[in-house]
């Protein structure tokens, strides 16, 4: 690699990732009437994926074809496997790498030109310069057996490694590790990422289900229910105040949310707290050395109840946070003297209403 060589190199692989950025930046502005930025970051990256291979081969006008090219496909392929498809692909691995990468290598063999150190012309560039178009077609020709060699070996190795992990330690984790996360169920970290801690999205399977436990609950885990606890009844006038306290996994929050709520309960209030129990939290190492017991994140849900028996609301949640392992929650109940609405001035079983 001589200066010229590398200086051509710099000025490819720095068009293709700016043209690729602003037509994405363009398209996403016309198509959703704003510009998308996570996308255009995406497009950043497709382009020099795109530009990668034949970085050496082509010049700036080819660069350019290839910014618009690579800035466009990425969005395509983004919304067609997420849209269309509906497979997870939460970075758009497969819209920059993959689909740019085949791109990219084909574009090479269209665009080549003779100016460049590769010296030599793709079918394109033999029209423009009027050399052998056949010879074009031969570039063109080794940039797709390239591929499709690429794309055989990758295949074969793919599905002989799959098939071992599929056939040792599995493909897929359990449901419950998927929905608490890999950090704390592989790695024993309350997060990957140091200093953060992510609020887990609301899970909701079908009409209001919550997330049931698959498998067998392992003995040591599993916690015995030796008493139900009974709880007394509204008097008939209804002037009987309860507050419930609900603490359980942010992961359980939603099936306990719409459960509530079909039992008739119509105002709740969320709080984002941490605690332990008796276990002292979950065992944690850093750099493998056991750390600390830490507080594990969990949800506080409070309700306040006068004609939706206490009963109901304890069964209710009890049905839908019970797993049977350990820190499935608590339920704890208060009596409450008065209501008062701000709004309206109403007090007692009034200001309890849906009013």
Known sequence: TDGTQLAAIFLTTTIAPAVATVTCMLYTWIKNGKPDVSMCINASLAGLVCVTAGCHAIDAAGAIVEGVISGLLVVWVVEFLDLKLHIDDPVGACGVH???GIAG??????????????GVDGPVYALIHGTSFADGMKVLGVQCLGIASIVAWTGVMMIITFT????????????????????????????AYAGFHFAPQAIVEGEAAPVMVTGETPEAEAVEVKEVPSFEEPSSDGKRYTKLDIICKESKLDALKNALMGIGITGITVTHVMGCGAQKGRQ???RGVPVEAS??????????????PVAKVVET?????????????????????DVVRIRTGETGFAALQDT
């Open 98 to 100: 993959l689909a740019n």
């Open 105 to 118: 290598t084909i574009l090479t063999g269209v665009l080549a030109t003779n100016t460049s150190s590769l």
């Open 164 to 191: 071992i992990i599929k056939k040792t330690m599995g493909l897929r984790v359990s449901r419950e590790e998927e929905i608490e996360g890999l950090d704390s169920t592989e790695h024993g970290l309350p997060c």
């Open 284 to 286: 944690e190492f850093y």
């Open 295 to 308: 507080l594990l994140p969990k949800v506080q849900i409070s309700v306040v109840v006068s004609a939706v």
């Open 317 to 337: 949640a009890k049905k839908a946070l019970y797993t049977g392992h350990i820190g499935d929650g608590k339920i704890f109940v208060y009596n409450v003297a």
